[in-house]
């Protein structure tokens, strides 16, 4: 593996103050092995490390940048800002023109608000959902991942798919019985689960596009039967597209698959690589909401003004694009590309992408779900992972992640990535 002694270093030094030494578990390479290269900076397509090595970059801060590091027209919005001053706690007109632009792409959005995350939409979404049904049982699928609130970090009981179990510790029981877990995909379990407590279901959450197991698209029938399900229960569906949204179309999955959810969750792309998360739907249960309503929901940065710069900035920049529709060859090229070198090297390998995100597979497919991804070779994923980074590639540090195109990766970054994967497995 190269040597990189400056990151080892303020590893070390992160150790003794952070767990793990890092602010978010997946950035310690606990899923690929090794040390963490720290960053210094980003442009465009790359970021360089501590030690000056550059990388084509694919993690592109788990999905936000699709313009690229540091987009001139972000950086100088963004410059401009913050000299009238970083945040107010007072409503701006900047709020209401990134919800109309958000409103426009996702017209089932009627109305929104801006949170700082896509846990804190996924976990008001759902609070939302139960204060307006009065039910309490909300249903989501193994290998989603809706953020870290309690009652979404839950697995499957054991036996019966109505008890959840806490998937952390520190998640009360209480808290992870009101979760049922089913299968991605599974369209009959779907239906059997509502066959006999639909009535009982407040919300449906699911990625539209799974991105947290590796990338997983939604089979034909599987959306359009939660939409049929949920409403003949008077459950509400809920499309998580903190990932999925402005990547996999710019109206997101909804708009790719033609199914309306009740509610969306947005995040990632919004905020342009500032802290934005946004949740909204339908009028009749956002106006359920505080101030108008008796759930309760608030955040003392939410809305403000750099964080809606940045994302005012991005849409703007990606409409003139026309992203994320223009990206979707160049994606498909370089999935395609890797899924091919892999197999004329011998490897197994499983190969998806949808919009601007890619995935492989280290297995024999099809891969349609968690228990499908969870028989990947992890160790030759780690592998693979390494030798691309020593050629100069930043693939996600984990096979249940998946990679993110931007504006700024043109052909020249697809060829000379397919070009170090077919060394790298001719190698391995
Ligand atoms: P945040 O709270 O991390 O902003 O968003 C949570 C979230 C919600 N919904 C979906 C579909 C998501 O993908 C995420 C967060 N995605 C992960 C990457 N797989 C963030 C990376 C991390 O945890 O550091």
Request: proline fraction near 5%.
């Amino acid at each position: 593996m190269t040597a990189r002694p400056k990151s080892e270093a303020l590893y070390q030094a992160a150790l003794k103050r952070i767990p793990g030494g890092v602010n978010s578990p997946v950035r310690a390479f606990r899923g690929v092995g090794g040390t963490p290269f720290f960053v210094d900076r980003g442009k465009g397509s790359r970021i360089w490390d501590a030690d000056g090595n550059a990388y084509i970059d694919y993690v592109l801060s788990w999905g936000p940048l699709i313009l690229g590091h540091a987009h001139p027209r972000v950086v100088e919005a963004l410059r401009e800002a913050a000299g009238r001053g970083t945040s107010y706690g007072a409503p701006t007109e900047l709020e209401t023109t990134l919800a109309e632009l958000a409103a426009e792409a996702y017209p089932s959005m009627e109305m929104l608000r801006f949170v700082n995350s896509g846990t804190e939409a996924a976990m008001s979404a759902i609070r939302l959902a139960r204060g307006f049904t009065g039910r309490d049982a909300v249903v989501k699928f193994e290998g989603c991942y809706h953020g870290h609130a309690d009652g979404l970090l839950v697995k499957a009981g054991s036996g019966s798919a109505t008890l959840g179990v806490p998937d952390s510790a520190g998640v009360p029981g209480d808290c992870a019985r009101n979760t049922v877990t089913l299968h991605y995909n599974d369209t009959a379990g779907v239906e059997d689960l509502f066959s006999w407590m639909g009535e009982k279901v407040a919300a449906v959450i699911v990625e539209p596009v799974a991105g947290n197991m590796g990338l997983v698209p939604p089979r034909p029938g599987f959306l359009e039967a939660l939409r049929r399900e949920t409403g003949r229960a008077g459950a509400l569906l809920i499309f998580d597209e903190v990932m999925s949204g402005f990547r996999v179309a710019w109206g997101g999955a909804q708009a790719r698959y033609g199914v309306r959810p009740d509610l969306t969750t947005l995040g990632k792309v919004i905020g342009g690589g500032l802290p934005v998360g946004a949740f909204g739907g339908r009028r009749d249960i956002m106006e359920r909401l505080a101030p108008l309503g008796p759930v309760y929901q608030a955040g003392t940065l939410s809305g403000n003004p750099l964080a809606m710069t940045a994302g005012i900035e991005t849409l703007r920049v990606m409409k003139e694009e026309n992203l994320p529709e223009a990206l979707e060859g160049r994606t498909a090229r370089l999935a395609e590309g890797m899924l091919g070198a892999a197999r004329a090297a011998g490897v197994p390998a499983w190969g998806a992408h949808c919009g601007t995100m890619f995935c492989l597979f280290f297995r024999e497919g099809p891969v349609y779900n968690f228990a499908d991804a969870k028989g990947s070779d992890t160790k030759a994923y780690g592998r693979f992972f390494h030798a691309m980074l020593g050629r100069g590639v930043a693939l996600a540090p984990s096979q249940f992640e998946v990679g993110f195109l931007s504006w700024a990766h043109q052909d020249a970054e697809v060829e000379a990535t397919l070009d170090a994967a077919r060394k790298v497995f001719a190698s391995l």
